[in-house]
């Protein structure tokens, strides 16, 4: 049974261009392979009927195999029972790939030649989207998409180049979930990174009961900060993110948790009644204390977008309170928006002379 989306192509562009919006953000913020795998299966799920993903990762000892490591869908469990590695020199379509480091795609693998059809009719596994993860010339494993049983989904040029685009940001998440160093410091700020963020998080919550854990999470997001690196450069972007970084810890050295947890994003957490009751004093200390940076005589303002979740007798993941956190954000974001609105609209026109307009 093939399954085709019945969409014009400026509205299947849409779906398609919104949804990578969706992965560039989500992929920075998952924590873990099987939470990476179950994100993009949502996705993929919803635009193209495709059921099921799995990761295959490279063997350090025998960089000729690929280890399954993960998968998600209703066949996961399939998958990884019958099919738990791969010899990609024995293998013909996993050889092109990760020789010539090419997608590879069939409508349906009980047709396609190349397949093992010793085992492909075990795992009635039809349309495959398979693509090799790379990062600097290195090969880290492959990301597999795919639909089951009588389900057979036609993709477009359009469609497939979607699975292109989100090669390199989904090889760069594995390789920092799964190869590089996972050094709990940020080598910039010297604070935490996302990892240290959530070793921290998991012992403070050991220290306190599991379901009975308090804490309050503040995420905080600087505005424009790539318009300093452009017009300043990156030299001078470092300097203020370190400064920045310097003056946080400075300035709230009873925190639990400082992190730095991407390019110009940081997470604060802390975990006593006072501490969480605070939120709004932490971030005019913030404001007052920790936003103005000179470098080489110039003045940098900076100014920020923030959220918080405050969690108690809650055990959510990383990523639910960042995702929180990021709702909440964009909630004041708006809510400051129309005060803005608001008070705009009570400017008058015209005003004499040395007359004050009244905002109240």
Known sequence: MKQEISTTSNERYKELFDSLVRVSQGLNKVSSLQEMAAFLQTETNILFRLTDVWIYIVDTKCPNLINH?????PNADTMSSIVPCIDCNSDPIFKMMMGQRKIFYTEDLLTEPDANHDVTPELNLRTVVNYPLFVDAKALGVMAFGSFGEQIVTLSPLELNYFDIITEQTALTVSRMHFFDKSQQDHLTKLSNRYGLEKKLRKLRRNNRENDSK??????????????????????????????SLKLAKEFRSADIISRVGGDEFVLVFSTSDQCNEVEGFIERIQQNCCTIDYKGVCFQLTFAWGHVFAEGKNYSVSELFEIADQNMYQLKSA??????????????????????DFA
Do not use: E, R
């Open 336 to 357: 400051q928006v129309k005060i803005k609105q608001m008070t705009k609209s009570k400017i008058p026109k015209t005003m004499p002379k040395n007359q004050k307009a």
């Open 69 to 73: 490591v993960t998968g998600v869908g």
């Open 215 to 244: 804490f309050c999470f503040i995420y905080l997001d600087l505005n424009n900060f790539k318009q300093i690196n452009d017009n300043h450069g990156h030299l001078t972007g470092d300097y203020i993110l370190a400064q920045f």
